[in-house]
């Protein structure tokens, strides 16, 4: 086959999130997830070769390793014999940025493990998909929904449809966190709060009674991401800022796009060396 076949990959976003406690090495937390109409491009055809080709373009691809979500994705799948030695080559526009809080190489997984499964055929349970995945990363599950979901502490994944568009602004300041390093400051836990997952969470009103456990840490290490949230809080008609994950990405929410894009502008002039993008949630 000569042609692509072209998917697209979307950023994912934590409305809300809570950490619950710790098991072994892992932090047990739930949260609120949205995904943008933000997304990296893959390109992606079966080709007549023994290894495959995992090419990254475009303005995020710098630093990306010859071991990421991808090759690890296709060297698990090799190893279970799922593609049936075929070989693909995946070229994938960077567009997200990483580091970000966005979930970008988690869902360029999700994506692509999505798309063999539906066009090869794999026939792969439910419980397998989990392994894989998490073999390849924690967050790479939620990108084979990428709907609007409620992660509950159990590990369980609700879908909740119906929800309304939200108008966002992006920024990701001209330096990353390291999720790692954030994690190991976790003192406290919270208590378990979307224990009864419903579309009302994603209400402004019940969201502003929530927090991203993670963002008081992150401005402990990051003094910079404080200032940029005291800056964005302090911008008309601005409905809630909050940082995403474990950052470096903060999220400014509005009504409409047009006051997204007005926030843009004052955005790019304050911080003329951070990445600003407007996007809704899909």
């Excluded at 960077?94 to 798309?115: C, D, E, H, Q, V």
């Excluded at 066009?119 to 939620?142: A, H």
């Excluded at 836990?189 to 019940?206: G, W």
Aim: proline content about 2%.
């Amino acid at each position: 086959m000569n042609g692509y076949w072209k998917i697209k990959s979307f950023a994912k976003i934590n409305l809300a999130l809570n950490i619950v406690g710790k098991s072994f090495l892992i932090h047990k937390i739930e949260s609120i997830i949205s995904f943008l109409s933000l997304s990296d491009e893959i390109l992606i055809k079966e080709i007549d070769k023994k290894k495959h080709i995992i090419k990254f373009t475009g303005k995020f691809s710098k630093n990306i390793g010859k071991i990421n979500t991808i090759s690890k994705l296709l060297k698990i799948l090799d190893k279970k014999k799922l593609l049936k030695d075929k070989k693909y080559e995946i070229k994938i526009e960077k567009n997200i940025p990483s580091k970000a809080g966005l979930g970008g190489g988690s869902m360029n997984a999700a994506t692509i493990l999505k798309f063999l499964i539906k066009k090869q055929n794999i026939k792969i349970s439910q419980k397998k998909i989990l392994k894989i995945t998490n073999f390849i990363g924690s967050d790479v599950i939620l990108g084979m929904s990428s709907k609007n979901l409620i992660l509950k502490s159990n590990g369980a994944i609700y879908k909740i449809s119906a929800i309304k568009n939200k108008n966002v602004l992006v920024i990701k300041p001209n330096f990353g966190c390291s999720t790692k390093q954030i994690y190991s400051k976790v003192k406290k836990f919270n208590s378990s709060k979307f224990n009864n997952p419903k579309k009302e969470l994603f209400s402004y009103f019940e969201l502003k009674k929530m927090s991203n456990d993670l963002e008081s840490i992150a401005f402990k290490i990051y003094p910079k991401l404080k200032l940029l949230k005291v800056f964005l809080e302090k911008l008309p008609n601005v409905k809630l800022v909050r940082m995403t994950g474990s950052g470096s990405a903060m999220i400014a929410y509005f009504s409409s796009s047009k006051l997204c894009k007005q926030a843009e502008k004052k955005v790019k002039k304050h911080f003329r060396k951070y990445w600003c993008k407007t996007a809704i949630t899909i």
